[in-house]
């Protein structure tokens, strides 16, 4: 009995630091925490959970409530609940470190990101089984859609900073929907595309701050674009796998405008040119690149030691 129960506490225990370490990757922008997930050996399982969670809420919208509790039972809240507590405790934790950083070393903390970013798009890239003129037309497509968008939220005056910086109610709720569905796939990062909305910065002050309504207000939206989007999500990957993936090599491409260090990091989307911070810059760009390829190396050697799917049968599945 005693041995049961102390098995059962490290087994809570180690699920949450795994927790831990996913939001970690999580909080970053280009770090997916779908990939730690996969590093650690436990993406498939929580899959499941999310399929299952999601389904739940599906059925619970539409009023049919006896089935909606039987996908709640195939849920493994055993799992899940440490490993929400585990991202919750690295959320809390690293935000105040990365908005002190951002609004000391805007320049340094963007060029890391844009590092990140670069190689995440490696990374998405060879997801792709096919990388033929139909899948190349749609990622450039959405890039330079993306691209040109971004650019009309407007350079980085002190105006523009100060609406980025309060956005409205419902754009917590919107950016938790959106962001959600990224987060659960490894090789995109739900963070990266909050800075593409303009929100990453704001849910930093939020979790900082501790305003709890405007988290609760995000966690909504996480819950609504779980239950709305999560299942048209992996009916798309699995019928359209490849264009869905270039579609998100070219999310990533258009992103790196709001990446671009300079003049100010992350403040706007105004180009300028490189100033007497390049060295630095690159340096820590490069260490972005070399951190996320490596995760990723770690993560394919893993599988193939395992014997497991790659990960484009698994974010299918």
């Not at 033929?132 to 450039?140: E, K």
């Not at 859609?145 to 100060?162: D, I, K, N, P, Y």
């Amino acid at each position: 009995m005693v041995s049961t129960l102390g098995g059962m506490v490290i087994s809570v225990f180690g699920t949450i630091v795994r927790g831990f370490l996913m939001g970690a990757a999580d909080v970053v922008p280009g770090v997916s925490g779908g990939t730690v997930a996969l590093v650690l050996g436990f993406y498939e399982r929580l899959v499941d959970s999310i399929k299952a969670g999601s389904s739940a809420l599906g059925q619970f919208a539409r009023l049919e409530l006896g089935e909606g509790l039987d996908w709640l039972r195939r849920v493994e809240w055993i799992f899940l609940v440490p490993l929400l507590a585990g991202i919750g405790l690295a959320i809390g934790a690293l935000a105040s470190l990365i908005e002190t950083q951002l609004e000391e070393h805007p320049i340094e903390v963007a060029a890391l990101f844009f590092g990140l970013v670069i190689s995440s798009i490696v990374v998405v890239w060879q997801l792709l089984e096919r990388h033929d003129p139909p899948r190349m037309a749609v990622m450039l497509a959405v890039g330079v859609g993306l691209f040109v968008l971004l650019g009309l939220r407007g350079g980085t005056s002190e105006e523009t900073v100060s609406q980025a910086s309060d956005p409205v109610l419902w754009a917590f709720f919107l950016s938790g929907a959106v962001a959600i569905c990224a987060m659960i796939l490894p090789g995109i990062s739900g963070s990266l595309i909050l800075v593409m909305l303009g929100m990453y910065s704001p849910i930093l002050d939020a979790v900082t701050e501790r305003e709890f309504g405007l988290i609760a207000l995000f966690l909504a939206g996480a819950t609504a674009g779980l239950a709305l989007f999560s299942q048209l999500l992996y009916w798309a990957l699995h019928r359209h796998h490849d264009t869905v993936m270039a579609a998100l090599v070219g999310l990533l491409l258009g992103s790196t405008r709001v990446l671009w260090p300079w003049p100010n990091g992350l403040d706007g989307t105004t180009l300028g040119s490189p100033d007497q911070s390049v060295p630095v810059a690159l340096g820590l760009a490069a260490l972005g690149v070399v951190v996320v390829l490596a995760v990723n190396e770690f993560a394919r050697r893993r599988e193939q030691q395992a014997g497991t799917p790659d990960r484009s049968e698994v974010a299918a599945s």
